[in-house]
């Protein structure tokens, strides 16, 4: 368990390195190409891409690959079948999107969208090959190598979408920018797990990959749908510009998610695997310290943004986009619980898969006439709106039950939110005032940021220094797709 704890923990501060610097380029690269090429309207296009590729990434592989990570044994072994399937699922997914992507752009109320859809998701046949090699390095906790590749194909995606932008390609120029970088990643992926592309077949093993894989995959691509389903209702109701101004909010809001959820995703779902056959107070433990350093870290960022959503917006990108400050407000709620609920996925798909998808089908369903409801009476805030309703009031709740059944009491799950809870109060307040005092410009939002930071810093530094001495944050003991990441963000 030392040992498990010591790989999991390295890998873990690779993880965040890889995320901090990758978020903080995308930001760098989003402000240069909202501000001095792309408008809502392109945005937009892009973003039905994106929604496009996130779904096919989700089902493309049928969820082989995580056995990569999960399965007992010599990796070698099975490692030439996984690809073999892998590879031969996406490329029929792209098959199928290739012909149907006029009547789909169509659809989503971007018939522009047609040929960036086409490009764009060759990156799907790409991802199915290097989830592989991707695989191993999640599996061994090899964070490192991962860490340079991610950062090689941001920088490469980056520079080649700046330089199609500043060439006058449009919107276009974000599918050219993420094909490249994404067969510099199948490079780079390829030589830090080496012998891993190789082509084999057992049709033993075949059975057992999809029986095992298809559910997750099932609850995976519903997942998406959640987090997507947004993006098709505003953009078929709204058209493609109130779908630029949606997911510059949306992506905003899911800064804590990326670089908080991420982070821990990369090595969650391998941690808990490791912990699965363990005992129910070593699981419960695990999930513990992992959800409450998840939190603790998600919350200040959610505040800020939500607190200075419009200024915010404002000032970094300019003001043709303040009109997504008011959704801005409601998706940051989001935002923090679906960093929460994404840490949840991880713990429970190691042991109630079939459960796992029904849980998220329940969420995707209730979903779409909450939106539908809101796109058609209040527009893009009301989608906002829709959103972190649902997501408060009709599936939290059933997350924490189902944890509850794993031996993970809902007592100890709300005890571990209360002093980031009331730290982001403290937060809150503090950003308010400062901002009504100084205004939004550059002093005023540095002010704002740094004082409630400073005032959130007595709320958490107990819960870092409990989790240094190994206390889970309890009183008593306890009765991610290969390249999803490696798109171009629109925010």
Not at 2 to 23: E, K, M
Request: overall charge positive; aromatic content about 10%.
């Amino acid at each position: 368990m030392t040992d498990l704890n010591r790989r999991v923990a390295t890998a873990a501060r690779w993880s965040l390195v890889n995320t901090i610097v990758r978020r903080v380029g995308t930001f760098a690269s989003g402000v240069v190409l909202a501000r001095l090429f792309f408008g809502p309207y392109e945005w937009g296009l892009y973003a039905v891409g994106l929604l496009v590729l996130a779904m096919l990434l989700s089902l493309n592989e049928m969820g082989v690959s995580l056995a990569l990570v999960r399965w007992e044994g010599d990796i070698r072994r099975f490692a030439p079948t996984v690809l073999t399937l892998s590879t031969l699922s996406s490329s029929a997914f792209y098959v199928l999107l290739y012909f149907s992507a006029p009547a789909l752009a169509r659809a989503l109320g971007s018939p522009d969208a047609t040929t960036m859809l086409r490009v764009l998701c060759l990156s799907v046949i790409i991802d199915g090959i290097a989830c592989v090699p991707l695989g191993r390095l999640n599996r061994e906790f090899r964070q490192l190598g991962r860490t340079v590749v991610d950062i090689l194909n941001f920088a490469v995606n980056t520079a080649a979408t700046i330089a199609f932008a500043a060439a006058g390609v449009g919107a276009m120029s974000f599918a050219w920018g993420s094909l490249i970088g994404n067969l510099v990643a199948l490079a780079g992926f390829s030589l830090c797990a080496p012998g891993m592309l190789r082509f084999g077949w057992d049709t033993g093993q075949a059975r057992q990959l999809l029986r095992y894989g298809l559910p997750l995959a099932s609850a995976s691509l519903l997942t998406l749908g959640i987090v997507n389903v947004d993006s098709v209702v505003v953009g078929s109701v709204l058209g493609p510009a109130a779908l630029g101004i949606y997911a510059m909010a949306f992506n905003m809001s899911s800064w804590p998610v990326r670089m908080v959820s991420e982070t821990a995703r990369r090595v969650s779902f391998a941690g808990f695997s490791r912990l699965a056959d363990s005992s129910p107070a070593e699981f419960a433990s695990g999930f513990l310290r992992a959800f409450t350093l998840v939190v603790a870290a998600a919350v200040p960022i959610c505040v800020v943004l939500g607190v200075l959503a419009t200024p915010i917006i404002v000032f970094v990108y300019g003001d043709q986009w303040a009109a997504a400050g008011l959704p801005l407000r409601f998706l940051v709620a989001l935002g923090l619980l679906r960093t929460a609920v994404e840490l949840a996925y991880d713990c429970l798909a190691t042991r109630v898969r079939k459960t796992l998808m029904l849980m998220q089908a329940w969420w995707l369903f209730s979903l779409i006439p909450v939106l539908l409801l809101g796109a058609h009476l209040w527009g893009v805030p009301g989608v906002a709106a829709g959103h972190v309703v649902v997501a408060g009031l009709l599936v939290a709740p059933v997350f924490v039950v189902v944890l509850g059944r794993l031996g993970i009491p809902a007592a100890r799950i709300l005890r571990a939110c209360v002093r980031p809870a009331l730290g982001g109060l403290a937060m809150g307040v503090v950003a308010w005032l400062a901002h009504a005092w100084l205004g939004g410009g550059f002093l005023g939002l540095a002010v704002a940021g740094v004082a409630s930071f400073a005032a959130y810093l007595p709320f958490v530094l107990p819960i870092v220094t409990r989790l240094r001495s190994g206390d889970a944050g309890a009183e008593e003991p306890a009765a991610e797709p290969a390249l999803a990441a490696t798109a171009a963000d629109p925010a």
